[in-house]
Nanobody, 124 residues
Framework: QVQLVESGGGLVQTGGSLRLSCAAS????????MGWFRQTPGKEREFVAA????????YLPDSVKGRFTISRDNAKNTVYLQMNRLKPEDTAVYYC?????????????????WGQGTQVTVSS
């Protein structure tokens, strides 16, 4: 099972940018469909972005499409989430996750490995 460690979170003003990184170890990263989720206190974990094993296919919901981009570097066992034009409602703990799936995974139940999360705070 792959282990995941997120980094890159922090405090940013509205309209700013952050790039989150998720480093994988202990498994076969290139065989994992990867995803990003976020969660705020009292709410369910929300899907943010997904990328296929090869990196060719991605999917992002309308709430972040056009502002966020997901990418991966299989040589570095790392997946990224570039977040631009951030809004206060993007404030959350962001989690990286890995799915042993041949298809693009987007549902929480598809993901078997999770990172510890990184806090993103967008000030107004």
């Amino acid at each position: 099972q792959v282990q995941l460690v997120e980094s890159g979170g922090g405090l940013v003003q509205t309209g700013g940018s952050l790039r989150l990184s998720c480093a994988a170890s202990g498994g076969t990263f290139s065989r994992s469909s990867m995803g990003w989720f976020r969660q705020t206190p009292g709410k369910e974990r929300e899907f943010v972005a997904a990328i296929s094993r090869s990196g060719i296919s991605t999917y992002l919901p309308d709430s972040v499409k056009g502002r966020f981009t997901i990418s991966r570097d299989n040589a570095k066992n790392t997946v990224y989430l570039q977040m631009n034009r951030l809004k206060p409602e993007d404030t959350a703990v962001y989690y990286c996750a890995a799915a042993q799936s041949t298809r693009l995974a987007t549902m929480i139940r598809d993901f078997g490995s999770w990172g510890q999360g990184t806090q993103v705070t967008v000030s107004s």
